[in-house]
């Protein structure tokens, strides 16, 4: 059967568009593309394979879900070539809920994968209980590299990595440094937040630097340190937060024009 367009992910949610599928037992793959693709595939109502790129299983599906831009489309009635989800589609979205509230504590204290952390000097002088993930991170802290270099060494992905360190800085064995610029990445300018937060606030009024601020969250940069590749997809993000169309529209054409004058 043909694909069926359902949405783009600038509109709508990704579990916005998982929801009838699951509803109504439906039996396919949901195709996401963009810069990143991916594909979620079901059987009755039940999600049992996910794909991106090199991953898949529950980390793909994790990867997926906070996704906020790409095309999204169905075909029913496909086979799935594999099975990666051994659990439930109850389970299967539980254990995402819970890693998505734990993920948004842990940006409170970490909101960058550029954060450097360092030994605290405030560590307590009483034997501590440190598990055998701690130990690896801490092998490889010393104040100067960052969260996204220790993961890359360890070959863990960023959620993993970032939980590991906020148990430690919890614990008041780490503390953080100063952030470092991304290497290599061409970083968006000065005017780019002013820009945002003044036309979005056109559109919401005084909630907008709230929800700037939630999002820089989900993305996991500062605004100090934000790639210019990623922010056409963090203004994609913005509109699904604006109710309605026609401002939705409006900010979406200012900050096209804003982007296309800084090239």
């Not at 409170?108 to 952390?117: E, G, L, M």
């Amino acid at each position: 059967m043909p694909e069926i367009f359902l949405s783009d992910l600038s509109q709508v949610k990704l579990f916005d568009i998982l929801k009838p599928l699951l509803v109504g037992r439906k039996t396919g793959v949901l195709s996401i593309k963009g810069k990143e693709n991916g594909e979620i595939h079901f059987e009755s109502g039940n999600i049992v394979h996910v794909r991106s790129g090199n991953s898949s299983g529950e980390e793909a599906f994790n990867l997926i879900m906070a996704w906020r831009a790409g095309k999204c489309a169905f075909e029913a009635d496909t086979i799935p070539p594999a099975r990666t989800i051994p659990i439930s589609t109850e389970q299967l979205l539980l254990n995402w809920s819970y890693r998505k509230q734990e993920w948004e504590k842990i940006r409170k204290a970490i909101p960058s994968s550029n954060a450097i952390f360092r030994l605290s000097p405030q560590t307590s002088s009483e034997d501590m209980n440190i598990k055998a993930d701690q130990w690896k991170v801490l092998a490889l802290t010393n104040g100067a590299r960052t969260v996204a270099e220790i993961a890359e060494t360890l070959k863990w992905d960023d959620f993993r990595t970032s939980r590991v360190i906020f148990q430690m800085v919890q614990s008041g064995l780490l503390e953080k440094g100063e952030e470092t610029k991304p290497p290599g990445k061409k970083l968006v300018g000065e005017e780019f937040f002013r820009t945002i937060e003044y036309e979005l606030k056109r559109a919401m009024g005084p909630v907008a630097p709230l929800i700037i601020d939630d999002k820089l969250s989900e993305f996991g940069f500062a605004k100090d340190y934000f790639p210019r590749d990623k922010a056409g997809f963090f203004i994609e993000a913005l509109c699904e937060e604006i109710p309605q169309e026609a401002k939705r529209k409006e900010f979406l054409r200012s900050m096209e024009d804003f982007l296309v004058r800084e090239k």
